[in-house]
């Protein structure tokens, strides 16, 4: 397992953007495939974005896709999620995750996949 800290959550108007941050500590990403889920209140985590080991395969759920740019660089031991043109219903907390794995292109979007989490950081959008 890795520790998993997120960051740049906040409160934010409708049709803004922000950017999410998911740093690494005491052990570098570069072999862990990466995503980021969400929970609003009285709902289920679901997924919201992930990324392949090699940074080359992503996925996103339909409802953020064109919206949202998840992005990782390994360098930095970060992985990234650009939220633009953000609406009310994408209020949640939001949680970064990691897991270890052989293969460069596979994507994990199942939160069972994982096992490490973040503490997750809030986003709140106006209306």
């Known amino acids: 397992q890795v520790q998993l800290i997120e960051s740049g959550g906040g409160l934010v108007q409708a049709g803004g953007s922000l950017r999410l941050s998911c740093a690494a500590s005491?052990?570098?990403?570069?072999?862990?495939?990466m995503g980021w889920f969400r929970q609003a209140p009285g709902k289920e985590r679901e997924s919201v974005a992930a990324?392949?080991?090699?940074?080359?395969?992503?996925y996103y759920a339909d409802s953020v896709k064109g919206r949202f740019t998840i992005s990782r660089d390994n360098a930095e031991n970060s992985v990234y999620l650009q939220m633009t043109s953000l609406e009310p219903e994408d209020t949640a907390v939001y949680y970064c995750a990691a897991r270890s794995i052989l293969t460069v292109s596979s994507i994990l979007t199942a939160a069972s996949q994982y096992d490490s989490w973040g503490q997750g950081t809030q986003v709140t959008v106006s209306s």
């Open positions: 990324i392949s080991r090699s940074g080359r395969i992503t």
């Open positions: 005491g052990r570098s990403l570069v072999g862990y495939a």
